[in-house]
């Protein structure tokens, strides 16, 4: 559902002109599982998003309807007691209702319609945009006032209270994102700068493998930020002031190579190598390389299915068969991990007939249907004044 379908149910069954409000998912071009670590990533909030209508009513209570999964209405009291829900969303807006009244926001009652585009445990932040969007309305409707950098803490902790214990990497995408560019994201300090991602002939395109993941209920995340974790407790046995993983150089980490586990070592192997790819990133895109940026997406791709080992072997193939094909700059899995989709730097006059290519081998090897989505850098979460301008542009943009 679009935000004028959103818009228009609210008003003929809740009574009243509802405030939307947008929320986008992101992509990440590099950086992936380094936020946790402290490190560097470079998301940028996209078009797909979520829309919420909203208005305050006069009861103690929250409403919420969604239409993003199939059609489903939950009442929460305000006093943020409530048992768990089937429906996954539902269990986010308990959580955040639930860290509201434990901090002492005073909550009013609102009628709150949801739905939108973004297609759920792709890798596009379905979670984080349900959360980021849903606070921000309540902020409007509340008269709170949420800082954004609050919000996004918030949503982090809900997160964390479902089982993934994510970094912020998601959240600050999702909130200051900026169209047409990526927000290089300093997770130590979280202070942030955007960089332009226009790199002239070229298109960005996402491939989604239809794997879809759970990274709440899969621990196989938190497993990989362990790992990280242990690597970080035995390098501070010695030096104290060691705290994460962006302090420690390849050669601290080959110090102690022969005192953890294998697994261990390969992941923060990865991590550190990670960040550097960041950097390297940024580079490349301000002298406009596209040769490197293609590099550097595939060095990042192998390193998460060798040493992390976070891909699947549907990602695998998707990269591997573009690799051969001649305008495929490079691809790789992005976000947490274990499916999802691919994003892919193509030279925009092959980008119809690679698309086919892939499209078409892809379904042979697997049998699946994957699905294409240009990428469009939109802006992160915000109040969509003008909604049926929003919807023509959402129109033109998805394919
Ligand atoms: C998920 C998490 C993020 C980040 C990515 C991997 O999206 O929510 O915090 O760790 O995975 O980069």
Redesign the pocket.
Known sequence: MIASEIKNYFESNYNSRPLVVKAPGRI?LI??????NLGY?LPASIEKGIYFAVSGNAKAEINIETFLTSPEKITFNLKGKHTAYNAGWGNYFKAIIEILVENNYPLKGMDCVFGGDIPIGS?L?S??ALCCGFLYALSKVCEQHITREDIALIAQKA?HKIG?N?????QYAVLFGKSKNALFLDCRDLSHKYIPVNLKGYSWVLINSKITHN?AVDSE?NKRRISCENIVAKIAEKRSEITSLRDVTMNDLKSIESDVNPTDYKRAHYIIAENQRVLKMIEVLNSGDAIQVGNILLEGHWAMSKEFEITTKELDYLVESGQDLEGIMGSRMM???FGGCTINLIKTETVEENLKKILYSYKNQTGINAEVYRLNIDDGVHIVEDVSRKEDFNKKAVK
């Open positions: 990440n950086g992936e599982h380094t936020d946790y990533v890798g932040s979670s984080a997160e993934l994510c970094g912020l990497m998601d990274l995340y976000g947490g991990g």
